[in-house]
């Protein structure tokens, strides 16, 4: 079974602060996603990752940058945390052009 | 963009009932995904169906590409079906395949 593991299923952070979100996957997907999911928004692409150290913006990028240094291994960066960021954030991974998966997701609160 | 619309917004069942979302998109689609939310936020992927119907346990899917739409059946619905059901259909991007989500359906089961 394909496994998608978030660093935290709840953060909360204050206003400022640099905060890293840490996803990883177990089954040398290619592609890993970040999305964030708001009430009466859905759920929006923020940045994605198509190989190691490469990355594109989705629709929501201003606020965030990305890392992939390694394959399994896809991080989410608020260089300075802002109360507009308080959301629930999913990652996700595929291989090609098949079914993403998701993780548990993580609800980031900040104050 | 294409547009992915989700009805009804809202279902509430008592146990044993059955019942049919639906997922309607505005644009040609080479595959579908039928995701569950569970109440921790995660999203369970439950289909991955491009065309045609399939069925797992008590819960079947059936999309119809050339008609633009798909429907998920539950039927003898339990507590534990309860959350938020969203389709989602991909737009290619840079090599990958980003998610475009429905609004959702809302299920509640009572007992």
């Known amino acids: 079974d394909v496994k998608v593991t978030q660093s935290s299923r709840y953060l909360v952070k204050r206003t400022g602060e640099k905060v890293f979100l840490e996803c990883v996957q177990d089954?040398?997907?290619?592609?890993m996603f970040w999305y964030r999911q708001d009430p009466g928004l859905g759920l929006r692409l923020i940045y994605f990752s198509y190989d190691v150290k490469m990355k594109e913006k989705g629709d929501i990028p201003e606020g965030y940058s990305v890392s992939r240094e390694k394959k399994e291994r896809f991080s989410l960066i608020l260089e300075s945390a802002s109360t507009n960021q308080t959301s629930m954030y999913l990652c996700?991974?595929?291989?090609?052009?098949?079914?993403?998966?998701f993780g548990p997701g993580t609800r980031l609160t900040v104050l | 963009g294409i547009q992915v619309e989700q009805s009804p917004p809202d279902l509430i069942l008592q146990e044993g009932a059955n019942s049919t979302l639906r997922c309607n998109f505005s644009d040609s689609v080479n595959n579908l995904q039928w995701f569950h939310q569970n109440p921790w936020g995660q999203l369970i992927n439950l289909f991955y169906?491009?065309?045609g119907t399939k069925q797992n346990g008590r819960l079947s899917a059936t999309t119809v590409a050339t008609e633009r739409y798909s429907l998920l059946y539950i039927s003898s619905s339990q507590t534990t079906d309860s959350g938020v059901y969203f389709c989602a259909v991909p737009r290619n991007i840079q090599g990958a395949q980003k998610l475009v989500f429905g609004q959702g359906t809302r299920l509640t089961i009572n007992p």
């Open positions: 169906i491009p065309s």
């Open positions: 089954m040398d997907h290619e592609n």
């Open positions: 996700a991974s595929s291989f090609g052009f098949w079914e993403q998966f």
